[in-house]
């Protein structure tokens, strides 16, 4: 089993649209969660981080974090064709100090 | 307003080859990391530093090495270029991993080719 698992899509949403991408962990101690998101030919860059159950909003980005199901998503409100990018999901287990990523999801906001 | 530098952008190997990635950073961070992305897929870990003179194995060390003499630098050594290491490479640092403030910085990549 992987720890961290995405669904690599791609996700194809109308401008305008919620976007729900999600993941799942297999390390049931994790702590520290986060999205990035990538262009194509470019580095990650952070667009959310979550550490306790429930939700958190920073503008248009929602995460939401369930660790009795080891489940974390983001939420893209009012997509933008400029939200168009692959989304990482990463994860800091509970002994570790190694950042894992997931596969990615590939995120297509149709103008 | 340099944070995490990485050197070359883009190199061609032969098989066979040695060489070395170079990877600094600006921003007196303690952890420092060097990930490859293959194409279409996530990030994997190759190795990480706590600190200066403390190195480990992430998911997928073998067929490079590391070092970690100061806090700045953080080479990543590849031996004997293989096809299979054909790919990007992201170096990352990190002031801490604590549960909060753990904002990880991504240099722009290498990409590495091995014909």
């Known amino acids: 089993q992987k720890e961290v698992e995405q669904n690599s899509g791609p996700l194809s949403v109308p401008e305008g649209a919620i976007a729900s991408l999600n993941c799942t962990y297999s390390d049931r101690g994790s702590q520290s969660f986060f999205w990035y998101r990538q262009y194509s030919g470019k580095s990650p860059e952070l667009i959310m981080s979550i550490y306790s159950n429930g939700d958190k909003e920073d503008g248009r980005f929602t995460a939401q974090l369930n660790k009795a199901s080891q489940y974390v998503s983001l939420l893209i409100r009012d997509s933008q064709p400029s939200d168009s990018a692959t989304y990482l999901c990463a994860v800091i287990g509970d002994s570790s100090y190694k950042l894992i990523f997931g596969s990615g999801t590939r995120l297509l906001v149709r103008p | 307003n340099a944070g995490v530098t990485q050197t070359p952008k883009f190199r061609i190997l032969k098989i066979g080859q040695s060489m070395t990635l170079q990877c600094a950073q600006d921003m007196n961070h303690n952890y420092m990391y060097w990930y490859r992305q293959d194409p279409g897929m996530g990030l994997k870990l190759i190795y990480y530093?706590?600190?200066?003179?403390?190195?480990d194995k992430g998911e997928v060390p073998n067929g490079y090495n590391v070092s970690r003499s100061t806090t700045e630098d953080f080479p990543l050594r590849l031996e004997l270029a293989a096809p299979s290491q054909t790919s990007v490479y992201f170096c990352a640092s990190s002031y801490s991993q604590g549960r909060t403030g753990n904002t990880i910085y991504f240099g722009e990549g290498s990409w590495l080719t091995v014909v």
């Open positions: 530093s706590v600190g200066a003179g403390i190195t």
